[in-house]
């Protein structure tokens, strides 16, 4: 408010050095501090007089006018916009060359707030030459200039299967796999996260991040101590099993499926979350990769976070997990049932707290299309509404017919009498099973 913006504009342009540098930190912690002062700093025409003499300036200088960019791009897609237009990145990359590894560290934090916003940005960013550089700082013995250069590589990969291939075809793959083995948490979440964002986007990239070996050292990140080392490396997992059956029937292989239910029974919330889906996708490719999941007790881990958690979103993911599993067949549904979990999913799906999209994913449909286990189902007879009911009384009318035991049981425990409670719509479906079932029985004991 005091002017102070356009007091400064002239200092950068000073004679001394450090009055030219402790000009730019200014600026630079003016524009941090909120959009409307970064947006003052763009409009007072400061950005051409930063960069102008950028190659010339000593290190200091360099590091601090990447943190002016860095400051200004965070705040929205059109500041760093902005940033580009004035010419900016070519300097950037200058500084990227640069001898001193401050001076590098600065210029990759610039590209990766500038390449987190968009696809265009982040091809502005590829288009001025950034990434093989990125990729050799990645191979620098500086810790934090490792993690930045990882960090931008990942935000770049992000938005598309193309920015993805760029990354690739400057080897980054090979050089970000080598570093899941380090020893730093931070390096090794940014690391995870570069790999996860390149193998999200074909089958064709995330198997070309399964060839870099990742597999076994990948799991041991599960076994991390650090909270997102664990949830990066379980995303990467996920994002590698969801694109075919044999890519997921790698995973089990590598014994990647118990880990991750290990993963799952060692922490909460978030954390949990891609390891859960990750049990759903390996589950959806095949019955055979179903079984792999239950043998590997992958249901009660499920069970308990449906128990667990109270976000709407995590029982969500461990429902639709269930549903995945026990789609396939009559075993693979007996196998959920026999885990007592559909009392829980059905009392999840009537609680009007319950999110739409919880709602949908615990209506049990994906399970009771399969299950003839009658002593699991018999429970929800006296509870599910109408349009699970249908589901429920059309796998008793399935089973009653061929199974004499199953028949007596049925009377004594209550159910038939519950059978009769039920008000269908004449020549309904619903209708048809409920006779189906009436006839199995005398008459009179019906009545």
């Not at 290190?59 to 929205?76: C, D, E, G, M, P």
């Not at 610039?110 to 916003?117: D, E, Q, V």
């Not at 993805?164 to 390096?187: E, R």
């Not at 026990?326 to 693979?332: F, I, K, L, M, V």
Request: glycine letters at 6%; one cysteine or more; a neutral charge.
């Amino acid at each position: 408010n005091s002017g102070v913006v356009c007091l400064l504009r002239p200092l950068l342009l000073d004679v001394v050095p450090s009055i030219r540098q402790t000009t730019a930190l200014a600026l630079g912690r003016l524009a941090d501090y909120d959009m409307g002062l970064a947006e003052a700093v763009v409009k007072a025409g400061i950005l051409p007089q930063l960069i102008c003499a950028l190659p010339e300036e000593n290190r200091y200088y360099k590091k601090t006018a990447a943190f002016v960019l860095r400051a200004i791009a965070k705040h929205s897609p059109q500041l760093a916009q902005a940033i580009v237009q004035c010419g900016a990145l070519e300097m950037l990359v200058i500084c990227l060359e640069d001898f001193d590894p401050g001076v590098k560290e600065g210029a990759s934090w610039a590209f990766g707030y500038i390449a987190r916003h968009n696809p265009e940005l982040s091809q502005a960013v590829v288009d001025a030459g950034a990434v093989p550089l990125l990729v050799l700082c990645i191979q620098e013995p500086e810790i934090a200039l490792k993690r930045i250069a990882a960090s931008t590589l990942s935000d770049i990969s992000k938005h598309s299967p193309e920015l993805a291939q760029t990354v690739v075809d400057a080897g980054a793959i090979a050089h970000l796999a080598q570093m899941i083995p380090n020893p730093d948490a931070k390096l090794k979440r940014q690391v995870l996260s570069a790999l996860s964002q390149i193998a999200k986007h074909s089958v064709d990239l995330a198997e070309l991040v399964v060839e870099a070996e990742i597999f076994p050292v990948v799991l041991t990140c599960l076994k991390d101590s650090d909270e997102y080392v664990k949830k990066n490396g379980a995303t990467l997992i996920r994002e590698i099993a969801k694109h075919t059956p044999e890519l997921s029937q790698f995973i089990v292989n590598s014994g990647g499926v118990a880990a991750v239910i290990d993963c799952i029974g060692s922490c909460r919330g978030t954390v949990r979350l891609p390891g859960i889906m990750t049990l759903g996708y390996v589950a959806a490719h095949s019955e055979n990769l179903s079984m792999a999941v239950i043998v590997s007790k992958g249901i009660p881990s499920l069970c308990v976070c449906l128990i667990e958690e109270h976000e709407d979103h995590i029982k969500a993911a461990a429902a639709w997990a269930l549903g995945q599993i026990g789609r396939h067949t009559a075993e693979h549904a007996r196998h959920v049932a026999v885990a007592n979990v559909l009392p829980t999913l059905l009392d999840i799906y009537v609680d009007t707290r319950s999110s739409e999209d919880l709602k949908m994913k615990a209506t049990l449909k994906n399970i009771l299309q399969k299950c003839t286990y009658l002593p699991a189902l018999e429970p929800l007879l006296h509870e599910a509404p109408p349009n699970i009911m249908k589901h429920i009384i059309g796998q008793f009318s399935k089973v009653l017919p061929h199974d004499s035991k199953a028949r007596r049981l049925f009377v004594t425990t209550g159910g038939l009498k519950k059978v009769q409670e039920i008000k269908a719509e004449p020549g309904s479906l619903l209708q048809e099973y409920i006779n189906t079932i009436n006839n199995c029985y005398p008459e009179e004991i019906v009545r």
